[in-house]
């Protein structure tokens, strides 16, 4: 009996994602209230007669969001239209005041763009990462509903308007993601580029950011149409793979999903649950479900709408849009360096490991922060402050921010704009360390001051007596006082036990309390071992 690693799959995921986007601006999206984006404590405190929909009020469009979902366009390589216009998209719930929703349907802002990912290895070729490209059907913008609350033990249901009329905008993508891993990394950099834009801060937890899921299965075919068999011979054969020809699955919606852990989580389920429906025989059911992070599995909600059951038609009190071919590269010309952009510029000028890039420009602020410690830097070797090597320098910033600073920052659960380290103290502390004033020990006690009191490091250094011993005549006199209280030590070195230097330097280090370079000691026993 073959084992089950040996049979090839005999289902390609076909995987499409609709991400919705609060946007932050300072109003609402057709009226001027507040945009608090739902998270006011206070129920129904940022409404008015438009945004509730009171008899007679007209919608005025918000041309910040506007020029916010544009700019996510340009930044995804969007083509922006030229003309385009709002749409009534008609259902009816509760926290729906008006009975319709103003949206856009076959004219949106953006159209027909991508973003590009870097995935994993996949296990059963054995490659390195691998780049891939997502296509982006369209970006549109939308006002945002009101909330449902359910208070326990009763049985009525509130509703809460602050966040409806809050500038919403939906991302719809090609189904060309296969996993859940491409899913959740997808919406990873989809944040990011938000968070360098300044148009939102995506934050899932927060509901800034939400994604919903369309997965069907394709069968797998060969060049000819035939079905894949579950053996080792057909596993042998390149031929077979998923042909464009082959007919799609039907299509599921997964909702409900708040975190990019579950986004990868909830689709893995949906491809076991539907792949053992297929194999039993059974038909999938075109329908939304939801995902229980609880039980870790999506449940069925409701009957899937089709675009026709919403009767979309254009919004009758908002005139179409023009946008001049002027408007568009003034646009262009407002957009900041990318993510993709400050990696690549990142490694090339601070020639730094991808790894470390990485995680420097996962955050816009915390880049910024960063190349201010390098100016700074910069500056300080110019001047001639301290003797050191810049690219040491940098490199050992660099360090420093990813793995002491951010340590400080997980345990205090701050962010780079909390800090009260200034760019100019931190330079001026990696200077020390990289000159050889102060040890490695002694750095990150100082770090540790300097991060609780936002303190000048050369102070805190002279304070705590943590400055290196460099003067050569007193560290002398120490080995020699050490070699002399160890003779069995001298003696086991001499015979070719390297273990005996480890020692004797160690005893150097101890006697001075740690301050001695410890570079200097290990040359000055050596040479008085000869």
């Not at 008006?98 to 994993?120: A, H, N, R, T």
């Not at 579950?262 to 539907?274: D, G, L, M, S, T």
């Not at 990696?430 to 303190?455: E, H, P, R």
């Amino acid at each position: 009996m073959l084992h089950a690693s040996c049979f090839m799959k005999k289902y390609t995921p076909v995987i499409g994602m609709e991400i919705h986007v609060e946007l932050k601006t300072k109003s609402k999206m057709f009226c001027q209230c507040k945009n608090g984006l739902g998270l006011e404590k206070t129920p129904n405190i940022d409404i008015c007669p438009v945004c509730t929909a009171q008899p007679g009020t007209l919608p005025v469009p918000n041309i910040e969001a506007i020029k916010f979902v544009q700019l996510a366009g340009l930044a995804l390589g969007c083509s922006l239209r030229q003309i385009s216009k709002f749409d009534r998209k008609n259902y009816f719930y509760p926290d729906l005041p008006k009975g319709y929703q103003i949206s856009q349907y076959d004219q949106p802002f953006c159209e027909k763009g991508k973003l590009e990912i870097e995935v994993s290895p996949r296990e059963t070729r054995g490659e390195t990462s691998t780049k891939k490209v997502i296509r982006i059907t369209r970006i549109h913008l939308e006002e945002d509903t009101g909330k449902l609350i359910h208070p326990k033990g009763v049985e009525y249901t509130l509703v809460d308007f602050n966040r409806a009329g809050v500038p919403l905008m939906e991302l719809v993508t090609e189904p060309d993601i296969e996993t859940g891993e491409e899913a959740r990394i997808f919406c990873q950099k989809l944040q990011q580029i938000c968070r360098y834009l300044e148009i939102s801060d995506a934050d899932m937890e927060k509901g800034n950011m939400r994604c919903e899921v369309n997965i069907s299965l394709r069968e797998i075919t060969d060049e000819r149409g035939n079905k894949s068999q579950m053996n080792a011979e057909f596993q042998r054969k390149p031929a077979l793979s998923p042909r464009k020809s082959a007919p799609l699955g039907t299509k599921v919606e997964v909702k409900n999903i708040n975190s990019f852990k579950f986004v990868e989580k909830a689709i893995n389920f949906e491809i076991e649950r539907q792949t053992e429906m297929l194999d039993k025989g059974e038909k999938i059911v075109q329908e939304t479900r939801g995902w229980d992070a609880n039980k870790g599995e999506t449940v069925s909600q409701r009957k899937k709408e089709s675009a026709h059951d919403y009767r979309y038609f254009p919004e009758p009190d908002i005139p179409p849009f023009s946008f001049d071919e002027k408007y568009i590269n003034d646009l262009k010309r407002k957009l900041p360096e990318l993510p993709a952009q400050k990696e690549e510029r990142f490694q090339k000028e601070y020639n730094l490991p991808a790894g470390d890039v990485d995680v420097l420009t996962n955050d816009k602020d915390l880049a910024e922060y960063f190349e201010q410690v390098v100016s700074e830097i910069k500056e300080k070797i110019k001047c001639k402050e301290y003797e050191c090597v810049e690219d040491k320098a940098i490199k050992l910033s660099a360090n420093y921010v990813i793995t002491e600073l951010r340590k400080y920052m997980v345990l205090e659960n701050h962010k780079i704009q909390d800090l009260k380290i200034t760019p100019e103290n931190y330079a001026e502390l990696i200077c020390i360390v990289a000159g050889g004033k102060i040890n490695s020990s002694a750095a990150q006690t100082v770090l540790a001051q300097m991060y609780a009191t936002g303190g000048d490091p050369s102070q805190i250094i002279e304070e705590k007596n943590l400055a290196q011993m460099d003067n050569l005549d007193e560290l002398e006199k120490i080995v020699d006082e050490i070699l002399a209280k160890n003779e069995k030590s001298v003696v086991d070195f001499k015979a070719g036990k390297e273990n005996a230097l480890k020692f004797l330097i160690g005893q150097t280090m101890a006697m001075t309390k740690g301050k001695a370079n410890p570079q200097i000691v290990q040359e000055i026993v050596k040479n008085k071992l000869k």
